[in-house]
Nanobody
């Protein structure tokens, strides 16, 4: 059974930083695409960043230059370092794995999400 569990969410002031982590089990994650998505209140879920098994990395334009996705060296699961955060980054952030489909905000496997709130 695939399990993805996010941690690291919370409240931060605009301009601040947070690091999200994803604990994962049930698959060989080092060979999979792993990603972060987010869903703001009243909005559709959107792609944030992904890291592929071969190391390729992709970011949404809205977070380029501010967010960094990487893999934990031991667990091979993704972390998301968020710098210079803005109120519009407020959302529930989801760890995702397997097939990742950014245009429709979808993926094969999902965590339950962690809430990130950025105050102005």
């Amino acid at each position: 059974q695939v399990q993805l569990v996010e941690s690291g969410g919370g409240l931060v002031q605009a301009g601040g930083s947070l690091r999200l982590s994803c604990a994962a089990s049930g698959l060989a994650f080092d060979s999979l695409i792993m990603a972060w998505f987010r869903q703001a209140p009243g909005k559709a879920r959107q792609f944030v960043a992904s890291i592929h098994g071969n190391g390729r990395i992709f970011y949404a334009d809205s977070v380029k230059g501010r967010f960094t996705i990487s893999r934990d060296n031991v667990q091979k699961t993704p972390t998301l370092l968020m710098n210079n955060m803005k109120p519009e980054d407020t959302a529930v952030y989801y760890c995702a794995a397997g097939g990742v489909y950014p245009p429709r905000g979808d993926a094969d496997y999902w965590g339950k999400g962690t809430l990130v709130t950025v105050s102005s």
